[in-house]
């Protein structure tokens, strides 16, 4: 099938290289003319394993283009998939206006029937106003042209995106009541991903779009939920790790999302459920208390470590840290919303400067956080360490989960480490002779 992908971020790209694997030809468009240099280029704007080597290969094959010719963008691929970002606007709901754009510069260019697909995580009733969008413009060009409106919300867990978007847990389609020939295109292009039957649903478009929110506010809950028992567990003197494992053995339940730590972040989670508190206030009139609790409980815990950063310590003036983490999670670059942003502003505030190492977020961390003479970067976890008070853990990559412990304990000034991931054993790290401070733990 030929297809166009419009945005060439994290979900555009991923989506875009994954229809090319399986043997689409595809088009992506993105306005932004240095990103699509780099890809051009044989580059890629984004960290995501496997990535770069899937964009590659297909572009080699010729499956795969990238363009910021709009008209060329739009007249090239029957099925026009939306994939740009959602911003929070200083409301909390999400902005609409590139979703909305490319709808408008699909209507300003359709000379013949297009599907037009909301691969963008869009609060409910986005669908209308896409088609609203469009017919507005050939409107304009005195045209009645036909086309569909498709919501196609996506799975994509960063870190693991390409083992999703090519083998999908589920596929959700949201497509007008009798819009038949709608459907049989979506179903021919993701026939290939289609591993399990029963996980692909058809819907309406509404629903299809609340499905996406509500995914996301599961999981949000369920990290918060952990998080709030891990600081319980603290004070009662239980281990939230031992909670973990009891409870994820009831298949009610499950072991998914139940790791205690220093909070969510991330392109989704925080955005997507300050969106639904928006929506349902304003467009339902209804509150929603568990939500809305949920977000602050995740606020909260971003400052857990701070907190137990200056009970041990107390003034941290003049004090330095090695901090081993940036990314929001392991397997990417992705800062937005990341903990790590909320702790080094509390360490700024409190007069403490900071070394830091990531394998993968160093570059965005600079974008992000500009120039500070308090924050510093290195290349190797155990260079962060030199002159440091402690060591201070907010992403679980791979890397640190077997580190030198001799080497850690040796370059520190004082042997201690705030694990905001809860990657070691507690008893463990003090019979390494390490003052360990960890989430819940005992």
Wanted: net charge negative.
């Amino acid at each position: 099938m030929i297809i166009t992908v419009v945005g060439t971020g994290y979900v555009g790209l991923v989506s875009g290289a994954c229809f090319a694997e399986a043997g689409n030809t595809v088009l992506c468009l993105d306005r932004d003319p240095a990103k699509i240099s780099i890809l051009q280029e044989g580059g890629c704007p984004i960290y995501e394993p496997g990535l770069l080597e899937l964009i590659r290969r297909n572009v080699d094959a010729g499956r795969l283009r990238f363009t910021i010719n709009v008209e060329e963008a739009v007249q090239y691929g029957a099925l026009q998939f939306i994939a740009v970002g959602t911003p929070p606007d200083e409301d909390g709901s999400a902005d609409l206006q590139y979703v909305l754009e490319a709808a408008r510069n699909i209507g300003r260019n359709i000379t013949d029937y297009r599907v037009i697909i909301n691969k963008s995580t869009v609060p409910v009733g986005t669908g209308d106003k896409v088609r609203a969008a469009v017919s507005d413009e050939l409107k304009r060009r005195g045209l009645d042209l036909p086309f569909s409106v498709v919501s196609n919300p996506e799975f994509l867990k960063e870190g693991a995106a390409l083992e999703n978007c090519l083998r999908p847990d589920r596929i959700v389609l949201g497509i007008e009541n009798g819009d038949d020939r709608a459907e049989s295109l979506m179903r021919s292009v993701y026939a290939p991903f289609e591993l399990n039957r029963d996980c692909f649903v058809v819907t309406d478009i509404k629903s299809a779009e609340l499905i996406k929110y509500a995914a996301n506010a599961m999981l949000a809950t369920r990290i918060s939920f952990m998080n709030e028992l891990a600081n319980l567990a603290e004070r009662l003197g239980a281990d939230i790790e031992m909670v973990r494992r009891g409870i994820g053995c009831d298949p009610r339940i499950g072991n998914q999302y139940l790791h205690a730590g220093c909070g969510y972040g991330g392109s989704c989670l925080p955005k997507d459920v300050k969106a639904l508190i928006k929506t349902a206030r304003e467009d339902a009139g209804l509150p929603l208390p568990l939500l809305t609790a949920v977000e602050a409980v995740n606020n909260a815990q971003k400052h857990v470590l701070i907190q137990k950063i200056k009970t041990h310590f107390g003034d941290l003036a003049g004090k330095h840290f090695a901090l081993w983490g940036l990314a929001f999670k392991p397997d990417t670059d992705d800062m937005r919303a990341a903990p790590s942003c909320d702790l080094l502003a509390d360490l700024f505030a409190a007069g403490a400067s900071v070394c830091a190492y990531d394998p993968a977020a160093i570059a965005e961390s600079q974008r992000i956080l500009g120039g500070t003479p308090h924050l510093n970067y290195v290349d190797n976890p155990l260079q962060a360490l030199a002159d440091a008070e402690a060591l201070i853990i907010v992403t679980e990559w791979q890397e640190f989960r077997s580190p030198d412990f001799d080497g850690i304990k040796s370059r520190l000034k004082m042997p201690v480490i705030f694990d905001g991931r809860n990657l070691w054993e507690p008893q463990a790290m003090r019979e390494r002779g390490f003052e360990y401070f960890s989430i819940g733990r005992r």
